[in-house]
């Protein structure tokens, strides 16, 4: 657009603006007492006040720019009292306008300073839209010095469409005096000298100078803040996208515990529909399980401040369809704005691997039941051995009652009789509770159910494996010590798991100690297998010791190895199943060559909380 400028500023333009945007001005078209019109308030260079020069002979200038009248002498007494008189109220009158130019002057410098120690850019109009004043912040602003837009059109500050449309804001003003951008921020965009456009707030005042009007705009460059808002914009439009596309489940809460804000993740994991969840108390989605363990470290979490370390916990959520899911939850406390404390949580959902160690434990249950059948199957011998000793007492028994019954060749007298049949029914008896026991301990082992947990007694747990392996034994013609500590605390575990556990060990030490005989080496001490069980610190410690043939070290490193066997038959699952049954009751297993030849193979039971070792 092609600036058009006036050669002189309107002399109606003297006026001053206060840091508020207010405007405050001298009486219009006045000279100032003591000097001409003030020109010198904007701009970088500051321009000296035109002063007209006093009379040689008086220096009097009056108010208004009228000159002062030169007084004449007068010879008659009367009039020179006159002439003195008016000559008095003279000197008066120019003390007076000397004081008052003065300070005007004074007021003058003083806004012209206030005016370029602003920040904000501030540019005075006429009715025609003519820059009179433009200050050093509007400079640095535009990039044009004072010189340069003094009586210029203010539209060639700015882009189109504003400047088209400027000219039409002003005549409708001066006409109606209706302004619906005066006294009104509003943000428009300013052209620079180079020609590039900026953001800007711009606020219009109006005042009235004599009868003509003008027009004060006050700027205020926003480039840097829409920078800054454009710069937080991206970053919160990069974290809403982290916060809605991340794999695990965020949400935030306010200090009372109600969801503000959550991501797609975390209403898939509670099965929620979008957006469904915000205004919902989170604590209300926790399984009631797990509230109560929650809710006082939260608590103590608010409590804490900002900057403290975040809480984790595992615990489950609570589905809309009612199933549930287990969670990882991680707790960090934010100061936001104002003071206000929000809660961000992040929950790293575990269903799927709580279902996969669901279904692994069954799996492991599935090949325990299947060892220990397997292990029922290699001691079937000795356990028709071990059932059929009863029974062969209990015929032998009845066939004696049946003689006696019959009276034979030497009839007794009735009551030697009937103590006869008293003490073979009673034997009888005893051998039926024999095989009883023997098919209770069986089923009892090789029964197939859900893996079930309680506090246990060792000392009845491992009593009662020995008897069952000594079934086995006594066809090895192995004999097993038992050198058990009559104060073992209780264990949180599955009995038959741990008869299991014991019963593998058992059998593998046996083999051995009769592999070892087989060279010739016959002696009590190498065919004898000791159970020992004693209490540590926490733990209680089961070992089985042999002094047969214990694994070389290549193969002891593979001991525990699924499908690794160092027989010639088997599967070589054992040692895995142990393995894992002490694992997952929160013990250790492990092998170790015994001092002086053999193996020791041994494994821990965490005491059951509340026992006393």
């Known amino acids: 657009m ?97 004081t008052r130019g003065t300070e005007g002057a004074l007021v003058a410098e003083h806004i012209e300073a206030i005016l370029d120690c602003m920040v904000e850019g501030v540019i005075l109009i006429d009715r025609s839209g003519l820059i009179r004043r433009f200050n050093r912040a509007a400079e640095r602003l535009f990039g044009y010095r004072v010189e340069e837009v003094l009586g210029c059109n203010v539209s060639m500050l700015m882009p189109a469409p504003w400047n088209r449309e400027h000219d039409h804001y002003l005549a409708r003003y001066s006409r109606t005096r209706e302004g619906r951008i005066v006294g009104i921020d509003r943000e428009v965009q300013g052209l620079r000298r180079d020609g590039s456009v900026f953001p800007m707030q711009l606020s219009v005042g109006a005042f009235d100078a004599g009868d003509e009007p003008f027009f004060v705009g006050v700027i205020r460059d926003l480039s840097e803040t829409r920078r800054m808002q454009a710069a937080l914009a991206t970053r919160e439009a990069q974290l809403r996208l982290m916060f809605d596309q991340a794999p695990v489940g965020a949400f935030v809460t306010d200090a009372r515990g109600f969801i503000l804000s959550c991501n797609a993740a975390f209403e898939r994991m509670l099965g929620s529909a979008a957006r469904g969840l915000t205004g919902k108390r989170h604590l209300d989605l926790v399984h009631a399980e797990d509230r109560p363990g929650l809710a006082p470290t939260l608590a103590a979490l608010r409590e804490s401040g900002a900057g403290r370390t975040r809480c984790t916990r595992d615990l489950r959520y609570l589905r809309l369809d009612g199933s549930v899911a287990h ?48 292990v029922m199957g290699e001691m079937a011998s000795g356990i028709a051995h071990e059932i059929n000793q009863p029974l062969t007492a209990i015929a032998a028994y009845a066939q004696a009652c049946r003689r006696l019954l019959a009276g034979g060749a030497a009839p007794q007298p009735a009551t030697a009789v009937a103590e006869d049949l008293s003490d073979a029914l009673e034997q009888i008896a005893l051998q039926a509770q024999r095989a009883g026991e023997v098919i209770r301990r069986l089923r009892g082992f090789v029964r197939r159910g859900e893996a079930s947990r309680a506090t246990t007694h060792l000392g009845e747990v491992l009593t009662g494996v020995v008897k069952l392996a000594e079934v086995d034994s006594r066809s090895h013609e192995i004999t097993i010590e038992r050198d058990i500590s009559p104060a073992l605390p209780p264990v949180l575990a599955d009995s038959v798991q741990i008869q299991q556990v014991v019963l593998n060990l058992l059998r593998n030490a046996m083999e051995a100690s009769s592999a070892r005989g087989s060279d010739g ?52 699952l054992g040692l895995s199943i142990c393995q894992s049954i002490v694992e997952a009751h929160g013990g250790r297993i492990g092998y170790r060559p015994r001092e002086g030849g053999g193996s020791c193979f041994e494994f821990t039971l965490p005491v059951a909380p509340g026992g006393e070792a």
């Open 327 to 374: 969670v990882q939850l991680h707790v960090g406390l934010v100061d936001a704005v104002e003071g206000a404390r929000v809660l961000i949580g992040q929950c790293i959902d575990h269903s799927a691997e709580h279902q996969a160690r669901k279904e692994l434990a069954a799996l492991q249950e599935q090949f325990a039941h299947v060892n220990r059948l397997s």
């Open 521 to 572: 080496d016959d002696d009590a001490a190498r065919r004898t297998v000791t159970l020992r069980a004693e209490v540590l610190a926490g733990v209680v410690r089961i070992a089985v010791l042999d002094r047969g043939v214990g694994p070389d070290a290549d193969a002891a490193e593979r001991l525990f190895t699924p499908f690794f066997t160092t027989k010639r038959s088997g599967m070589g």
């Open 2 to 98: 092609a600036r058009q400028c006036s050669e002189e500023p309107s002399p109606r333009a003297s006026a001053a603006i206060s840091t508020a945007g207010s405007a405050v001005w001298a009486s219009a078209g006045m000279s100032v007492w003591g000097g001409g019109q003030p020109e010198g308030w904007v701009g970088p260079q500051r321009r000296g006040r035109r002063s007209h020069r006093p009379w040689a002979n008086m220096g009097l200038r009056l108010p208004g720019g009228r000159n002062p009248v030169a007084p004449r002498r007068e010879s008659s007494p009367g009039v020179g009292r006159a002439h003195a008189s008016r000559q008095a109220r003279e000197t008066d009158l120019r003390a007076q306008g000397s």
